[in-house]
Structures are given as C-alpha cells and as structure tokens.
C-alpha cells in the first residue's frame, strides 16, 4: 500500500504545556513562550538545537483567539535560527503541524522541530459572545469556499454541524443519547484525577441530562469548554533522539487521508472522513487497533469521539454506542483507556495538540494520578468534519 | 432573522439568485449529465469543463437536521431548524438549508420538502417547508 513510511524516522523527545485557565491573565504569546520552552528544555535541547518550527493552523485570521499565535510570531520572540517552518488552516486538522513537523524532518529539512498550539479562546468569549462565531471567518459577506454555505443559515457554531452527524449516527445505527453520554462522563471522571483540568466536579447522568439542549440533539455537556492554553512538543529525527533525555516516542504511523469532498455537509454524515484516515494509518504499521494501550481522540464534541472510535478500528462502524455503553471499556481500568486527562470536554479546549500532550504524559509514566500500567502504544486523533488526522505513537 | 450573506461569484450565483425567477438552480456536467453541489467549474464526476446548472423541481428530502436552541445573538432567541437536505433528482446531491413554516418538533430524517426563497437585497435564499 505504501511503499515509504518516513514517520517512524521521527520521534517525539519533549513536551510542554502551559497553565490550562479560563480565562489566563497571560499574554497569547506569554503562554506559547511558556509551553515552547518547557517542551525544549525537557527534550534536553536548548532554543539553539530547533531548526524547524510548525503548527496549525497559524495566525490566519488577525490574531484572534482561535489561533492567535503563528509560526513567524514565535520564531521572532524566541531567536530561533530555522531551515524551516510552515503553517496553514489547510491541513489534516489540529494535528497537522506535527505531521508536517514530521515531513520535513523526514525529508531533511530540519531536525529539531518545535511544534505548538495556543488557544485563547476563553478570553475571547469574555470579550464577546460571538467571538468564536463562523461568521467571523469573513468580514462582510460570505465568499470563504466553505463557510458560504452554511452561514446565510444562521450556522454560527460547528455544533450545528456535529448535531447534524449526531442524528444521523442515531438514526441510522440506533445510538442513544445515553450511549453519547458516557463520552463525556468518562472524560468528567478522568478529569476529577488531572490538576489541570478545568471541570473536575463530579458529573452524574441525571446532571448530563440537566444540561442544556443547545442543538438537538447535542447539549452543553457534549461540548468542550472554552480555555486559555498553549501546547508544545519537539519532533526530533529519531537518530538524534536516542540521545535525548526521554525514551524516544516513535511516530509508527500517520493517517491523513481525505476521500471525500471537503465540505461540513459533504462527507459521510455518520462517519465524517474518520474511516479513510483510520484505513490510511492502519495500511502504515504492522500493529493494530488490538495493540493500542491508551486512546486520546477528538472531543470538541462528543458524536465526534464516536466515529473516531468507529473510524480508527477500535469497535465495528455503527457499534460505537454500544462499544461505550456503561463507560467501562473506555474508563481506567477498561480495555481502552479514553482521553485520560479528561479531554477537551472536561480538561479543557487545547485543540489537538493536548492530546499528543497526554499520550506522551502517560507513555512516559508522567500522567500521576490517572497513570495507566505502563502503555507503550497510544493513538491521537483530532478534528472534525472534513478535518482529521491521527498518529499512531509507541515508546520502543 | 438575520442572515450574513453569501459573496456573489461566477460559480455560485445560478444557486443564490435563481430564486428571483422562482427555480433552484444546481449546478450540472452538459457531459456527463451529472448534477453536483457545491458549484464548481469542472465536473467532480468526469472532469469535464462543459458544465452550467440547470433548473430543478425545488423537491428534496431531508437526510439529516438539528434544532438550534442556542440564542447566538438577541435576534436567533427562537428555536430554528438547520437541515442537510438531498434533491430528488439524483442522489448524493445535498446542500445544508433551514426547514421553516412547521413547528420544529415536526421536522424529522426522511420527511418530504420543497423549496421556498427568502429575497435579501439580490440574494434569494432556498429555504424549505413540509411537503406532504
């Protein structure tokens, strides 16, 4: 199927994350700087070493809260002396600059690629209800390739969209709001362990029923919660990294395949492209979904969890629901521990790289109170709608 | 309700201002015989460059939908219907719109519509209501 399989040339040697607030009374660039650094200095690295620097998806709409940090910004503020650097919304989704990180280490262009992500969206609500609203990818009228078409219908928020998936995926396949539930219970439960997260009180099912409906049939508790964040990691070329401080996190596998066409309403209404990108990673590795320790996948809505779930192998398509049913299998102790710093719905809205973040936290025996026995093969997966891309992680 | 209006361009006017004549206008391959959305200048099923859009008879289903209940701004406090719906032409043809003119608990997958256009300044909106 493929006949290179450049990724497991690269390594993931360091990690750092800022404060996780709501709001933070730091700068955007104050908490990247604080997360940037941490992930060099515990990749036993100094800013001198980072030649290459990515994220996704860069400053591409004025600074505003949803990425108001970029590539360019970052490399000013830190002195770094790059061969390369690269961003842009266009991309496999949230992890897209760690897979381009990986391309160019890959490729040779850089050996020490710092990657990050910073979020302040937290603030920005603060400032207005409507900071975050689609209709404000454009100023005027609508004339982006996509948002046009569902803005004039008063889509201001991509939950009108994954409720669109939901009820597909109960229509088609049966899965109740009950089922979805324990997506966020769980993340609610892993959250009580993680001191970062931002809602760590207990969540019962009587209190996700309690929550609001916001668009049917998703309610507030299938959201994730705003935060002020910056997330950062080192890619190091696997070479250089057997000389790093930390046990080399090896990339086995990328999955950043698109199939269909990319439009919200236009991929696969009750699977989005989880399954192609599932394919994709799965046809670059000798492991399977069997193998995998710990899974840290997309939450930015619950339904979006599901068809990760489903997409990556880990039950059949249209078993999610009952592949969750009673939170188990998903828990602690279950067979695939699921987003165990409490995701994006309860530990905060990192957007993609906290993820990475956690898989690396519990593959190096650092996650504390949520620690699972010694994982060696975790799975991060992020986005939604025509965005996604996972990476398939193993500490040799 | 308000609504924040689409960029009139060369490939998405036939759908935004069809309505003036009364028809929903989709995009179509003259190759092929291919209807397809969103409107582009090449045939997503042949390639061809030979495409325009042709009227339809404002006929679709709905495959998927949501009630908003979430007041974004003062003006959206009432509950709304957001839908993905597919023409009855070919299938696989699709595009997101609001179901209005029925309370919105009587919206469901599956249920017969037919288009209604909203006109905003030289926009016409295709909206749908129940038919049946």
């Known amino acids: 199927m493929f006949d290179r399989v450049f990724e497991k040339d690269v390594a993931i040697t360091g990690i750092g994350q800022s404060e996780v ?37 860069g400053d591409n709409n004025n600074g505003d809260s949803f990425s108001p940090v970029g590539t360019a ?70 004339g982006t390739y996509y948002w046009q078409w569902y803005t004039p219908f008063n889509v201001l928020s991509a939950i009108n969209l994954a409720a669109m998936y939901a009820q597909r995926h109960f229509h088609d396949y049966g899965t109740t709001a009950e089922q979805l539930a324990q997506i966020a219970l769980t993340c609610r439960r892993h959250a009580a362990l993680n001191p970062k997260a931002v809602y760590r009180a207990p969540m019962t099912m009587d209190d996700y029923f309690a929550s609001r409906l916001v668009s049917t049939p998703l309610r507030v508790f299938d959201c994730d919660v705003h935060c002020d964040a910056s997330t950062a990691l080192v890619l190091s070329r696997r070479d250089a990294a057997k000389d790093q401080p930390n046990p080399p996190i090896r990339i086995d596998a990328i999955g950043s395949a698109i199939h269909s066409p990319h439009a919200w309403d236009q991929v696969d209404l009750s699977a989005m492209i989880t399954q192609e990108v599932g394919r994709m990673m799965w046809n670059r590795t000798d492991l399977t979904p069997a193998d995998v320790d ?34 188990t299998c998903i828990g602690l102790d279950g067979d695939l521990p699921l987003n165990t710093n409490g995701g994006q719905l309860s530990g905060g809205r990192t957007h993609g790289l906290g993820y990475v973040h956690e898989a690396c936290a519990q593959l190096w025996g650092r996650a504390g109170g949520r620690q699972l026995a010694d994982p060696r093969v975790a799975v991060a997966a992020a986005g939604g709608g025509p965005l996604g891309g996972s990476l398939l992680l193993v500490r040799d | ?48 460059l030979d495409v325009g859009h042709k009227p339809v008879s404002g006929r679709a289903r709905v495959v998927t939908f949501t009630v908003n209940h979430q007041a974004w701004t003062p003006e959206l406090a009432e509950p709304y219907v957001i839908a993905i719906v597919e023409i009855v032409e070919q299938a696989g043809v699709r595009f997101l719109t ?13 249920m017969p519509v037919r288009v209604t256009f909203e006109p905003i300044d030289d926009v016409w909106i295709p909206l749908f209501v129940a038919d049946e």
């Open chain 1, 294 to 327: 710990t899974a840290q996948l997309y939450d930015g809505f619950s339904i979006l969890t599901l068809m990760w779930l489903e997409g990556l192998g880990f039950c059949p398509r249209g078993e999610g629901g009952r592949f969750i049913e009673n939170g």
């Open chain 1, 73 to 142: 910004a970052i490399k000013s503020a830190l002195g770094l002396k790059l061969n390369w650097y690269g961003a842009g919304y266009e991309g496999p989704g949230p992890l897209a600059g760690v897979i381009q990180g990986a391309m160019a280490i890959a490729t040779g262009l850089a050996r020490h690629v710092l990657v990050f992500r910073t979020i302040t969206e937290a603030t920005g609500r603060a400032r207005s209800r409507t900071a975050n609203a689609l209709t404000n990818k454009s100023a005027g009228r609508d």
């Open chain 2, 1 to 48: 309700m308000p609504r924040k209006l689409p960029l009139l361009n060369p490939e998405n006017t036939a759908f935004w201002t069809g309505g003036a004549d009364g028809e929903l206008r989709i995009a179509h391959c003259d190759a092929c015989g291919t209807l397809f959305h969103p409107p582009t200048p090449v045939c997503p099923a042949c390639a061809s």
């Open chain 1, 21 to 57: 607030a709501r709001p933070s009374s730091k700068s955007a660039m104050r908490l990247t700087v604080e997360a940037c650094m941490e992930a060099i200095g515990d990749a036993g690295l100094t800013r001198d070493d980072i030649d290459g620097v990515a994220c996704w998806p």
């Open chain 2, 98 to 110: 609001n179901i209005v003119g029925c309370p919105v608990d009587r919206v469901r997958i599956g």
